[in-house]
């Protein structure tokens, strides 16, 4: 009696608890598609994530625009 189930990209052991939050991924290809997909909008607890990713993409448009650009009202 197994619950480990199959990671859809690469067959890999996707930890029970991991699945049930909707990762149907193993740790590896999560991060990699956490890297990959910047902007996915899903809902789903990975959102920490994407906050993080936008925060800093944020401020990469900030400090290279001079904050100008999109506040102008
Ligand atoms: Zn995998």
Do not use: F, Q
Not at 12 to 22: H, I, N, S
Not at 28 to 41: L, M, P, Q, S, W
Request: charged content about 25%.
């Amino acid at each position: 009696m197994t619950d480990d189930k199959e990671c859809t990209e690469c067959g890999d052991y996707v930890a029970v608890l991991r699945w049930r939050l909707g990762y149907k991924t193993c740790l590896h290809c999560g991060e990699k598609e956490a890297k990959k997909v910047r902007h996915t909008v899903a809902p789903m607890p990975k959102s920490n994530y994407i906050l993080i990713t936008d925060l800093s993409l944020l401020k990469g448009l900030n400090s290279s625009h001079k904050g100008g650009v999109g506040l102008s009202l």
